[in-house]
C-alpha cells in the first residue's frame, strides 16, 4: 500500500512538472516574434487568395451585374491598380469565375505592410448568352499592400507565364 502512494504522488509530482513546462513553453511562444510573423502571413494568404478569387471573376450578364463586379474588383484592390479598374465600363458580355486553386506567400515585410503571393487559379469563362463554359488555368503574381482596415489587398497583379516541360515540346 506503502509503495503504491510513493508512486502515485511520484507519477502527481511528474505531472504537475510536465504541466508547469508546457505553461512555461507556451507563454515564451506566445511573445515569439514568429508567432505573430506566422499570423500576419496567414492573414496575407487568407485575404489575398480571397481578393484574387474576386479579381478573376466577373458576371457580366447585364450591365448592372458588370458594374457591380468592377465594385468588387475595386474593393479587392488598392493603389494604381484600384485606378485602373475603376476607368473600366461596364458593359455585358462573357462571364468569367475564378477559383483561387493553390496559393502561397513568397515575400512578407510586416513593418512596409507589403507581401507578394503567387498563385494558380481555375478561370471558368462563359460567352455571352452561352451554356457552356470553357476553362483555363492561370499563374499569377500578386503585390499586396495592408491597408489602413488591417486588411491586405492587391496593389499589382501580373500573369506567370507556365513553363513548358519536355514531353509538351519545350526545350
Known sequence: ??????????GLVLALGFCGAGAWTYAQARGDDSLAYGRARDEALADGRAALAVLTT???????DARAGIRAWRAASTGPLRDELGR????????????????????????????KLIA?????????GAKTSTSDRKRLEAVLARTGEDEWKVKALSAVPLAR???EGGR
Open 58 to 64: 466577373l458576371d457580366a450578364s447585364s450591365r448592372e
Open 1 to 10: 500500500m506503502r509503495r503504491a502512494r510513493v508512486l502515485a504522488g511520484a
Open 88 to 115: 473600366t465600363g461596364p458593359r455585358a458580355g462573357a462571364s468569367a469565375r475564378g477559383t483561387v486553386t493553390e496559393a502561397a506567400v513568397t515575400a512578407l515585410d510586416v513593418r512596409a505592410g507589403t507581401a
Open 165 to 167: 516541360t519536355a514531353e
Open 120 to 128: 494558380t487559379v481555375s478561370v471558368e469563362v462563359t460567352p455571352a
